[in-house]
Protein backbone atom coordinates (compact mmCIF):
# COMPACT_ATOMS: atom_id res chain seq x y z
CA UNK A 1 0.00 0.00 0.00
CA UNK A 2 1.57 3.03 -0.98
CA UNK A 3 0.75 6.64 -2.32
CA UNK A 4 -1.66 9.57 -1.71
CA UNK A 5 -4.17 9.50 0.91
CA UNK A 6 -3.28 5.32 0.68
CA UNK A 7 -6.15 3.54 2.89
CA UNK A 8 -5.19 3.84 6.72
CA UNK A 9 -4.69 0.61 8.26
CA UNK A 10 -2.34 -1.04 11.14
CA UNK A 11 1.19 -1.58 10.03
CA UNK A 12 2.23 -5.35 11.32
CA UNK A 13 5.58 -6.43 13.31
CA UNK A 14 5.90 -2.74 14.22
CA UNK A 15 7.98 -2.76 17.42
CA UNK A 16 10.30 0.51 16.94
CA UNK A 17 8.95 3.75 15.70
CA UNK A 18 10.24 6.88 14.90
CA UNK A 19 8.60 10.27 14.72
CA UNK A 20 10.24 13.75 13.19
CA UNK A 21 8.96 16.53 15.05
CA UNK A 22 12.23 18.50 15.77
CA UNK A 23 11.35 22.15 16.16
CA UNK A 24 9.79 24.20 19.26
CA UNK A 25 7.83 23.64 22.02
CA UNK A 26 4.07 25.03 20.68
CA UNK A 27 5.22 22.66 17.54
CA UNK A 28 5.49 19.94 19.78
CA UNK A 29 2.49 20.40 21.85
CA UNK A 30 0.21 20.46 18.51
CA UNK A 31 1.83 17.32 17.91
CA UNK A 32 0.84 15.10 20.93
CA UNK A 33 -2.46 14.27 20.16
CA UNK A 34 -1.17 12.83 16.88
CA UNK A 35 1.74 11.12 18.94
CA UNK A 36 -1.05 9.39 21.58
CA UNK A 37 -2.92 8.41 18.71
CA UNK A 38 -0.23 6.54 17.21
CA UNK A 39 1.13 5.14 20.50
CA UNK A 40 -2.15 3.72 20.88
CA UNK A 41 -2.53 1.64 17.71
CA UNK A 42 1.03 0.43 18.49
CA UNK A 43 1.28 -0.13 22.49
CA UNK A 44 3.73 -2.38 22.42
CA UNK A 45 5.89 -0.60 20.26
CA UNK A 46 8.95 1.80 21.42
CA UNK A 47 7.97 5.16 19.59
CA UNK A 48 11.37 7.13 19.95
CA UNK A 49 10.99 11.21 18.46
CA UNK A 50 13.51 12.47 16.02
CA UNK A 51 13.70 16.03 17.98
CA UNK A 52 16.50 18.45 18.97
CA UNK A 53 18.03 18.85 23.04
CA UNK A 54 15.44 20.42 24.38
CA UNK A 55 13.05 17.70 23.63
CA UNK A 56 15.27 15.22 25.48
CA UNK A 57 15.33 17.68 28.38
CA UNK A 58 11.90 18.18 28.66
CA UNK A 59 10.56 14.73 27.85
CA UNK A 60 12.86 12.45 29.64
CA UNK A 61 11.05 11.17 32.58
CA UNK A 62 8.11 12.41 32.00
CA UNK A 63 5.07 10.44 31.31
CA UNK A 64 3.59 10.52 27.73
CA UNK A 65 3.67 8.54 24.25
CA UNK A 66 7.32 9.61 23.57
CA UNK A 67 9.75 6.66 24.83
CA UNK A 68 12.95 8.15 24.45
CA UNK A 69 14.26 11.33 21.89
CA UNK A 70 17.44 11.06 19.51
CA UNK A 71 18.42 14.68 19.60
CA UNK A 72 19.74 15.64 16.17
CA UNK A 73 22.67 18.03 15.82
CA UNK A 74 21.60 21.13 13.44
CA UNK A 75 19.99 19.71 9.64
CA UNK A 76 18.96 22.44 7.50
CA UNK A 77 14.92 21.99 7.15
CA UNK A 78 15.09 19.15 9.72
CA UNK A 79 16.36 20.30 13.06
CA UNK A 80 17.05 24.19 11.83
CA UNK A 81 16.25 26.90 9.42
CA UNK A 82 19.40 27.88 9.46
CA UNK A 83 21.14 26.93 5.75
CA UNK A 84 24.64 25.19 5.53
CA UNK A 85 24.27 22.00 7.93
CA UNK A 86 24.16 18.97 5.93
CA UNK A 87 23.03 15.43 7.48
CA UNK A 88 26.18 14.73 9.56
CA UNK A 89 28.34 11.49 8.07
CA UNK A 90 27.68 8.70 9.90
CA UNK A 91 24.47 9.82 11.79
CA UNK A 92 21.71 7.82 9.15
CA UNK A 93 24.04 4.92 9.41
CA UNK A 94 23.49 5.18 13.18
CA UNK A 95 20.11 5.95 12.94
CA UNK A 96 19.25 2.63 10.16
CA UNK A 97 20.92 0.63 12.81
CA UNK A 98 18.11 1.01 15.74
CA UNK A 99 16.16 -0.90 13.14
CA UNK A 100 12.79 0.93 13.07
CA UNK A 101 9.81 -0.39 11.17
CA UNK A 102 7.73 2.66 10.95
CA UNK A 103 9.27 5.74 10.36
CA UNK A 104 6.05 8.60 10.61
CA UNK A 105 6.79 13.09 9.31
CA UNK A 106 4.80 15.01 11.24
CA UNK A 107 7.45 18.02 10.71
CA UNK A 108 6.33 20.16 7.43
CA UNK A 109 5.94 19.43 3.83
CA UNK A 110 8.06 16.89 3.04
CA UNK A 111 11.21 19.16 1.14
CA UNK A 112 13.94 18.19 3.20
CA UNK A 113 12.03 15.85 5.87
CA UNK A 114 11.01 13.21 3.46
CA UNK A 115 14.20 12.52 2.26
CA UNK A 116 15.21 12.35 5.82
CA UNK A 117 12.85 9.71 6.97
CA UNK A 118 12.82 7.70 3.59
CA UNK A 119 16.69 7.62 4.63
CA UNK A 120 15.96 5.84 8.22
CA UNK A 121 15.39 2.78 6.61
CA UNK A 122 12.12 1.82 7.64
CA UNK A 123 9.60 -0.25 6.55
CA UNK A 124 7.17 1.70 5.89
CA UNK A 125 6.97 5.43 5.94
CA UNK A 126 3.53 8.06 6.14
CA UNK A 127 3.67 11.41 6.58
CA UNK A 128 2.91 14.85 4.64
CA UNK A 129 3.98 16.17 1.59
CA UNK A 130 3.81 19.33 -0.38
CA UNK A 131 3.68 19.67 -3.94
CA UNK A 132 7.13 18.88 -5.48
CA UNK A 133 8.53 16.66 -2.20
CA UNK A 134 9.50 13.20 -1.98
CA UNK A 135 6.53 10.77 -1.99
CA UNK A 136 6.35 8.48 1.11
CA UNK A 137 4.53 5.08 1.28
CA UNK A 138 1.45 6.56 2.67
CA UNK A 139 1.35 10.46 2.98
CA UNK A 140 -1.41 13.01 2.80
CA UNK A 141 -1.14 16.74 0.98
CA UNK A 142 0.39 19.28 2.82
CA UNK A 143 -2.19 22.07 1.92
CA UNK A 144 -1.94 25.87 3.05
CA UNK A 145 -4.16 26.97 6.33
CA UNK A 146 -4.80 23.83 7.95
CA UNK A 147 -4.82 23.29 11.39
CA UNK A 148 -1.51 21.31 12.76
CA UNK A 149 -3.15 19.01 15.14
CA UNK A 150 -5.69 18.32 12.45
CA UNK A 151 -3.11 17.99 9.81
CA UNK A 152 -1.32 15.41 12.53
CA UNK A 153 -4.03 13.34 13.10
CA UNK A 154 -4.47 12.30 9.49
CA UNK A 155 -1.19 11.26 9.05
CA UNK A 156 -1.91 8.89 12.12
CA UNK A 157 -4.46 7.76 10.39
CA UNK A 158 -2.59 6.51 7.63
CA UNK A 159 -1.08 4.37 9.89
CA UNK A 160 -4.20 2.95 11.95
CA UNK A 161 -4.24 6.07 14.83
CA UNK A 162 -7.40 7.16 15.88
CA UNK A 163 -7.76 10.23 17.71
CA UNK A 164 -8.63 10.35 21.07
CA UNK A 165 -9.08 14.41 21.55
CA UNK A 166 -7.66 17.10 20.08
CA UNK A 167 -6.20 19.24 23.08
CA UNK A 168 -2.67 17.99 23.91
CA UNK A 169 -2.10 16.64 27.49
CA UNK A 170 1.32 17.57 29.30
CA UNK A 171 2.20 15.79 33.20
CA UNK A 172 3.93 18.47 35.30
CA UNK A 173 6.14 16.27 37.74
CA UNK A 174 7.51 16.73 40.82
CA UNK A 175 10.84 17.63 39.65
CA UNK A 176 8.93 20.29 37.66
CA UNK A 177 7.39 22.08 40.78
CA UNK A 178 10.88 21.52 42.93
CA UNK A 179 11.48 23.72 40.19
CA UNK A 180 9.31 26.12 40.60
CA UNK A 181 9.57 25.88 44.48
CA UNK A 182 13.70 27.01 44.07
CA UNK A 183 12.79 29.92 41.74
CA UNK A 184 9.59 31.81 43.20
CA UNK A 185 9.07 29.73 46.96
CA UNK A 186 5.20 29.61 47.65
CA UNK A 187 3.17 30.92 44.90
CA UNK A 188 -0.19 33.00 46.11
CA UNK A 189 -3.87 31.54 44.99
CA UNK A 190 -5.44 33.28 42.44
CA UNK A 191 -2.29 33.85 40.54
CA UNK A 192 -2.70 35.20 37.12
CA UNK A 193 0.06 35.01 34.45
CA UNK A 194 1.09 36.75 31.57
CA UNK A 195 3.45 35.92 28.75
CA UNK A 196 3.59 39.77 26.48
CA UNK A 197 6.99 37.83 23.96
CA UNK A 198 6.77 35.94 21.03
CA UNK A 199 9.64 35.51 18.59
CA UNK A 200 8.03 37.35 15.81
CA UNK A 201 7.32 41.34 16.93
CA UNK A 202 4.39 41.38 14.56
CA UNK A 203 2.84 38.83 16.66
CA UNK A 204 3.10 41.33 19.70
CA UNK A 205 0.36 42.83 21.54
CA UNK A 206 1.24 46.51 23.08
CA UNK A 207 2.88 45.92 26.67
CA UNK A 208 0.76 48.70 28.03
CA UNK A 209 -2.50 46.89 26.88
CA UNK A 210 -1.10 43.79 28.32
CA UNK A 211 -0.33 45.75 31.74
CA UNK A 212 -3.80 47.46 31.29
CA UNK A 213 -5.81 44.17 31.78
CA UNK A 214 -3.85 42.61 34.11
CA UNK A 215 -4.36 45.56 36.47
CA UNK A 216 -8.36 44.38 35.41
CA UNK A 217 -8.45 41.52 36.63
CA UNK A 218 -7.02 42.67 40.52
CA UNK A 219 -5.55 39.63 40.71
CA UNK A 220 -1.91 38.39 41.61
CA UNK A 221 0.44 38.88 38.50
CA UNK A 222 3.44 37.26 37.03
CA UNK A 223 5.23 38.60 33.80
CA UNK A 224 7.13 36.26 32.28
CA UNK A 225 9.46 35.83 29.59
CA UNK A 226 13.06 34.75 27.63
CA UNK A 227 16.15 36.97 29.01
CA UNK A 228 16.08 38.59 25.24
CA UNK A 229 12.54 39.63 26.04
CA UNK A 230 13.30 41.19 29.47
CA UNK A 231 12.60 44.95 27.99
CA UNK A 232 8.81 43.59 27.03
CA UNK A 233 8.24 41.78 30.74
CA UNK A 234 9.54 44.92 32.62
CA UNK A 235 7.68 46.97 29.88
CA UNK A 236 4.36 45.25 31.53
CA UNK A 237 5.70 45.41 34.91
CA UNK A 238 6.22 49.03 34.64
CA UNK A 239 3.47 50.07 32.68
CA UNK A 240 1.05 48.24 35.55
CA UNK A 241 -0.68 50.35 38.47
CA UNK A 242 -0.62 46.97 40.53
CA UNK A 243 2.73 45.50 41.29
CA UNK A 244 3.47 42.32 40.00
CA UNK A 245 6.54 39.60 39.42
CA UNK A 246 9.00 39.11 36.67
CA UNK A 247 10.34 35.97 35.72
CA UNK A 248 12.82 36.51 33.02
CA UNK A 249 15.13 33.32 31.93
CA UNK A 250 14.74 31.84 35.05
CA UNK A 251 12.22 28.79 34.52
CA UNK A 252 13.08 26.19 32.32
CA UNK A 253 9.96 24.56 30.43
CA UNK A 254 9.64 21.85 33.58
CA UNK A 255 9.69 24.98 35.97
CA UNK A 256 7.38 27.30 33.84
CA UNK A 257 4.94 24.33 33.61
CA UNK A 258 4.62 24.03 37.33
CA UNK A 259 4.14 27.55 37.12
CA UNK A 260 1.40 27.55 34.86
CA UNK A 261 -0.54 24.39 36.75
CA UNK A 262 -0.94 26.99 39.22
CA UNK A 263 -2.42 30.02 37.62
CA UNK A 264 -6.16 30.09 37.19
CA UNK A 265 -5.65 32.23 33.79
CA UNK A 266 -2.61 32.91 31.27
CA UNK A 267 -2.61 36.33 28.92
CA UNK A 268 -0.38 36.22 26.23
CA UNK A 269 -0.19 36.29 22.41
CA UNK A 270 0.39 33.12 19.74
CA UNK A 271 3.47 32.10 21.30
CA UNK A 272 4.76 28.71 22.89
CA UNK A 273 3.78 29.11 26.44
CA UNK A 274 -0.20 29.46 25.94
CA UNK A 275 0.23 26.23 24.44
CA UNK A 276 2.12 25.24 27.36
CA UNK A 277 -0.17 26.15 29.41
CA UNK A 278 -3.00 24.54 28.27
CA UNK A 279 -1.45 21.27 28.07
CA UNK A 280 -1.09 21.44 31.82
CA UNK A 281 -5.23 22.36 32.24
CA UNK A 282 -4.60 26.38 32.85
CA UNK A 283 -7.43 28.74 30.83
CA UNK A 284 -5.63 30.98 28.46
CA UNK A 285 -6.81 34.58 26.44
CA UNK A 286 -4.49 34.83 23.58
CA UNK A 287 -4.33 37.68 21.04
CA UNK A 288 -3.58 35.62 17.50
CA UNK A 289 -3.36 37.32 13.79
CA UNK A 290 -5.95 35.85 11.61
CA UNK A 291 -4.08 33.39 9.52
CA UNK A 292 -1.81 32.05 12.25
CA UNK A 293 -5.63 31.45 14.27
CA UNK A 294 -6.31 29.21 11.14
CA UNK A 295 -2.84 27.19 11.85
CA UNK A 296 -1.67 27.28 15.68
CA UNK A 297 -5.25 27.92 17.03
CA UNK A 298 -7.01 26.59 20.30
CA UNK A 299 -9.58 24.29 18.90
CA UNK A 300 -12.30 24.15 21.78
CA UNK A 301 -13.12 27.92 23.33
CA UNK A 302 -14.66 26.78 26.48
CA UNK A 303 -11.22 27.58 28.33
CA UNK A 304 -9.46 29.02 25.69
CA UNK A 305 -9.99 32.52 24.02
CA UNK A 306 -8.84 33.94 21.32
CA UNK A 307 -8.72 36.92 20.10
CA UNK A 308 -8.31 37.99 16.81
CA UNK A 309 -6.52 40.52 14.60
CA UNK A 310 -8.24 40.65 10.87
CA UNK A 311 -5.36 42.47 9.64
CA UNK A 312 -4.11 41.31 6.50
CA UNK A 313 -1.20 43.89 4.90
CA UNK A 314 1.75 45.85 6.69
CA UNK A 315 0.29 48.82 8.83
CA UNK A 316 3.54 50.16 7.40
CA UNK A 317 3.83 49.79 3.46
CA UNK A 318 0.45 47.75 2.70
CA UNK A 319 2.25 44.66 1.75
CA UNK A 320 -0.08 41.86 1.71
CA UNK A 321 0.85 38.90 4.61
CA UNK A 322 -2.71 36.02 3.96
CA UNK A 323 -1.93 34.75 0.96
CA UNK A 324 0.33 31.49 0.50
CA UNK A 325 3.57 32.38 -0.26
CA UNK A 326 3.66 36.04 0.40
CA UNK A 327 6.97 37.54 0.70
CA UNK A 328 7.63 38.82 3.92
CA UNK A 329 8.57 42.84 3.90
CA UNK A 330 11.27 44.20 6.34
CA UNK A 331 8.90 45.97 8.36
CA UNK A 332 8.28 44.60 11.96
CA UNK A 333 5.41 46.61 13.47
CA UNK A 334 2.43 44.63 15.27
CA UNK A 335 -0.47 43.37 12.80
CA UNK A 336 -2.28 42.61 15.96
CA UNK A 337 -2.37 46.57 17.41
CA UNK A 338 -6.73 46.30 16.30
CA UNK A 339 -7.82 43.95 19.22
CA UNK A 340 -8.68 45.99 21.47
CA UNK A 341 -7.88 46.08 25.92
CA UNK A 342 -11.56 46.01 25.91
CA UNK A 343 -11.54 42.83 24.00
CA UNK A 344 -9.09 40.87 25.68
CA UNK A 345 -10.51 41.94 29.24
CA UNK A 346 -13.74 40.77 28.96
CA UNK A 347 -12.63 37.84 28.08
CA UNK A 348 -10.44 37.18 30.87
CA UNK A 349 -12.65 38.45 33.58
CA UNK A 350 -15.33 35.74 32.19
CA UNK A 351 -12.84 32.91 32.58
CA UNK A 352 -11.93 34.21 36.20
CA UNK A 353 -15.92 34.84 37.29
CA UNK A 354 -17.13 31.93 36.23
CA UNK A 355 -14.74 29.12 35.78
CA UNK A 356 -16.09 26.62 33.23
CA UNK A 357 -19.76 25.84 34.82
CA UNK A 358 -18.00 25.98 38.43
CA UNK A 359 -15.17 24.24 37.25
CA UNK A 360 -12.16 25.76 39.38
CA UNK A 361 -8.29 25.96 38.79
CA UNK A 362 -7.85 23.36 41.48
CA UNK A 363 -10.32 21.01 39.89
CA UNK A 364 -8.61 21.14 36.23
CA UNK A 365 -4.98 20.78 38.36
CA UNK A 366 -5.71 17.60 40.23
CA UNK A 367 -6.33 14.80 38.23
CA UNK A 368 -2.65 15.37 37.33
CA UNK A 369 -1.71 15.60 40.64
CA UNK A 370 -3.13 12.28 41.68
CA UNK A 371 -1.74 10.75 38.22
CA UNK A 372 1.97 11.23 40.11
CA UNK A 373 0.80 10.31 43.25
CA UNK A 374 -0.28 6.56 41.43
CA UNK A 375 2.92 6.85 39.85
CA UNK A 376 5.10 7.52 42.56
CA UNK A 377 3.46 4.83 44.15
CA UNK A 378 3.90 2.21 41.92
CA UNK A 379 7.74 3.10 41.73
CA UNK A 380 9.21 0.06 41.07
CA UNK A 381 6.49 -2.29 42.03
CA UNK A 382 4.15 -4.06 40.02
CA UNK A 383 1.33 -4.11 42.68
CA UNK A 384 0.48 -1.96 45.76
CA UNK A 385 -2.43 -2.18 48.08
CA UNK A 386 -5.00 1.02 47.68
CA UNK A 387 -4.51 2.03 51.39
CA UNK A 388 -0.92 2.65 50.14
CA UNK A 389 -1.66 4.92 47.02
CA UNK A 390 -4.40 6.58 49.59
CA UNK A 391 -1.42 7.67 52.15
CA UNK A 392 0.59 8.28 49.19
CA UNK A 393 -1.51 10.59 47.46
CA UNK A 394 -2.46 12.27 51.03
CA UNK A 395 0.79 12.93 52.61
CA UNK A 396 3.03 13.75 49.45
CA UNK A 397 0.52 15.21 46.81
CA UNK A 398 -1.89 18.84 47.50
CA UNK A 399 -4.62 17.09 46.65
CA UNK A 400 -8.33 17.85 48.19
CA UNK A 401 -10.44 15.99 50.67
CA UNK A 402 -13.17 16.06 47.80
CA UNK A 403 -10.59 13.75 44.95
CA UNK A 404 -9.03 11.92 48.30
CA UNK A 405 -12.48 10.60 48.84
CA UNK A 406 -12.59 8.81 45.49
CA UNK A 407 -9.29 6.72 46.77
CA UNK A 408 -11.61 6.13 50.09
CA UNK A 409 -14.33 4.71 48.17
CA UNK A 410 -12.70 2.09 46.56
CA UNK A 411 -12.14 -1.70 47.99
CA UNK A 412 -9.09 -2.94 49.88
CA UNK A 413 -6.80 -5.29 47.98
CA UNK A 414 -3.55 -5.38 46.05
CA UNK A 415 -4.32 -3.54 42.19
CA UNK A 416 -1.94 -2.86 39.91
CA UNK A 417 -1.41 0.05 38.31
CA UNK A 418 -4.08 -0.05 35.03
CA UNK A 419 -6.30 -1.68 38.15
CA UNK A 420 -6.46 1.72 40.09
CA UNK A 421 -6.96 3.64 37.20
CA UNK A 422 -9.51 2.25 36.09
CA UNK A 423 -11.18 1.83 39.62
CA UNK A 424 -11.03 5.17 40.30
CA UNK A 425 -12.20 6.66 36.64
CA UNK A 426 -15.21 4.56 37.56
CA UNK A 427 -15.68 6.02 40.57
CA UNK A 428 -15.46 9.53 38.68
CA UNK A 429 -17.68 8.64 36.41
CA UNK A 430 -20.61 7.34 38.96
CA UNK A 431 -19.90 10.77 40.60
CA UNK A 432 -20.91 12.52 37.21
CA UNK A 433 -17.29 14.45 37.60
CA UNK A 434 -15.45 13.38 34.15
CA UNK A 435 -16.82 16.40 32.14
CA UNK A 436 -14.72 18.96 35.02
CA UNK A 437 -12.40 16.81 36.61
CA UNK A 438 -11.26 14.65 33.50
CA UNK A 439 -10.10 10.70 33.67
CA UNK A 440 -6.78 9.28 34.68
CA UNK A 441 -4.28 7.67 31.85
CA UNK A 442 -2.04 4.89 32.18
CA UNK A 443 0.89 6.99 31.22
CA UNK A 444 4.23 5.47 29.66
CA UNK A 445 7.73 6.47 31.53
CA UNK A 446 10.28 7.71 28.62
CA UNK A 447 13.79 7.01 28.86
CA UNK A 448 16.84 8.47 29.36
CA UNK A 449 18.53 9.91 26.16
CA UNK A 450 22.27 8.45 25.42
CA UNK A 451 22.99 9.47 21.64
CA UNK A 452 25.20 12.58 22.38
CA UNK A 453 26.79 14.43 24.64
CA UNK A 454 24.91 17.33 24.04
CA UNK A 455 21.62 15.66 24.95
CA UNK A 456 23.08 14.55 27.85
CA UNK A 457 24.24 17.90 29.20
CA UNK A 458 20.62 19.01 28.57
CA UNK A 459 18.63 16.52 30.35
CA UNK A 460 21.15 17.37 32.93
CA UNK A 461 20.61 21.44 32.60
CA UNK A 462 17.42 21.47 31.45
CA UNK A 463 16.35 23.57 28.45
CA UNK A 464 15.93 27.27 29.28
CA UNK A 465 12.85 29.64 28.65
CA UNK A 466 14.57 30.75 25.54
CA UNK A 467 13.87 27.20 23.73
CA UNK A 468 9.85 28.44 24.17
CA UNK A 469 9.43 30.66 20.64
CA UNK A 470 10.11 28.96 17.25
CA UNK A 471 12.18 30.54 14.37
CA UNK A 472 11.29 33.12 12.36
CA UNK A 473 10.46 30.39 8.86
CA UNK A 474 9.78 26.97 9.78
CA UNK A 475 12.27 24.16 9.27
CA UNK A 476 10.75 22.81 6.66
CA UNK A 477 9.80 25.52 5.02
CA UNK A 478 6.54 24.56 2.71
CA UNK A 479 4.85 25.86 5.72
CA UNK A 480 2.57 28.60 4.61
CA UNK A 481 2.44 30.92 8.02
CA UNK A 482 4.89 33.78 7.23
CA UNK A 483 4.24 35.06 10.92
CA UNK A 484 5.94 32.07 13.16
Known amino acids: MSGRDAAG ?60 VVALPPITGVSTSEPGHPVPAGLMEELRARGFDLAVQIHGGGRYSNPFVRGLGAGVTAGMRAPGAEELDRWVPYTDYHHETLRFLQVAAL ?9 ARVAVTGADRAELARVLGEVPAGLVAVHPGANDPRRRWPVERFAEVADMTGRPVVVTGRQEEKDLVMGVVESMRRPATPVVGALGLGGLAALHERCDLLIANDTGPRHLAAAVGTPTVA ?16 AHRPLTSWTTACPRCGARGVEPGAVRCAHEESWVRDVSVEMVAEQALDLLAGPLGGMTMTDRAVIDQLQQAIEEAF ?49 IVRRGEQESLGLLRVPRQARPVEETAEAERAVRDEAPLEQLNPASLPPDDEDPDIMR
Not at 287 to 302: A, D, I, K, M, Q
Open 9 to 68: GLVGGVRRIAVLRANAIGDYLLSVPALDAIKRAYPGARLTLLGTAWHAAFLTGRPGPVDD
Open 379 to 427: SGRDRVAMREVYAHASEHVNLPADLLAHLNELPEGAYSRPEVIEAINEV
Open 159 to 167: VGGVADGLE
Open 287 to 302: VYWCGNLVTYGPLSRT
